[in-house]
């Protein structure tokens, strides 16, 4: 079975400064899809980044980037420039390719400090 | 205006309540989810339904129900309530082939 692991339960990081958030993942599968999603106060989840795991280029979205090692399995989220309003939960996610089913990470707590 | 709204976003109840969760969405999506969030688990797939005539088991269905009325509207509910389903719920949809979930505010769920 799928597995996702996040072994980070908090992190804190100052504003500006970067910070780094693991994630590894269980599958015997060869195609399949990563994710981060961001919960801020508010609840809502929000897509941050996607990674399909074909691709050998690591996912960017703008101060947010992947660190992606399909042998490793691993899967880290690299967020620059921290701001306050980066303060949220953040879940990685996996799916196997044509599925339906989202398996989630326990989350990370972030903290950012002025 | 929101994408997928749920209602109500908050809500108390006592065990053995039957109560019903419901959610809407304007993207025009075939594909809904509902999850289910506990404190330090993550989230956790209920029920997923690709189209009004499709409805399948997620992980943890036990305890819940669930009615696509129309391709915008999804609920989901709880027959009778118990208090281990005290949590928080999330619907999500999306648009098949596309891999890309969006998920609504949540209903946050107390069971006394």
């Known amino acids: 079975a799928q597995t996702v692991t996040q072994s980070q339960p908090e992190m804190s990081v100052q504003e500006a400064e970067t910070v780094t958030l693991s994630c590894t993942y269980d599958t015997s599968e060869s195609d399949y899809y990563l994710f981060w999603y961001k919960q801020p106060p508010s609840r809502q989840m929000i897509l941050v980044i996607r990674?399909?795991?074909?691709?050998?280029q690591n996912a960017t979205e703008n101060r947010f980037s992947v660190n992606f090692q399909k042998a490793a399995k691993s899967f880290s989220l690299k967020i620059s420039d921290s701001q306050l309003g980066d303060a949220a939960m953040y879940f990685c996610?996996?799916?196997?390719?044509?599925?339906?089913?989202?398996?989630f990470g326990t989350g990370t707590r972030l903290q950012v400090f002025p | 205006d929101a994408d997928v709204t749920q209602t109500p976003r908050n809500r108390i109840t006592k065990t053995g309540k039957r109560i019903m969760l419901e959610c809407s969405q304007t993207?025009?999506?075939?594909?809904m989810y509902w999850y289910r969030q506990d404190p330090g688990l993550g989230l956790r797939l209920i029920y997923y339904?690709?189209?009004?005539?499709?409805?399948n088991k997620g992980e943890i269905s036990d305890g819940y129900s669930v009615s696509r009325q129309a391709q915008a509207k999804f609920s989901l509910s709880l027959e009778s309530a118990i208090p281990n389903q005290t949590a928080l719920y999330f619907c999500a949809t999306e648009k098949a082939g596309y891999n890309e979930q969006f998920f609504g505010p949540g209903t946050r769920l107390t069971v006394l």
């Open positions: 339904s690709f189209d009004v005539k499709d409805i």
């Open positions: 996610a996996y799916r196997f390719y044509n599925t339906d089913k989202l398996i």
């Open positions: 993207k025009g999506h075939d594909r």
């Open positions: 990674q399909e795991a074909y691709k050998q």
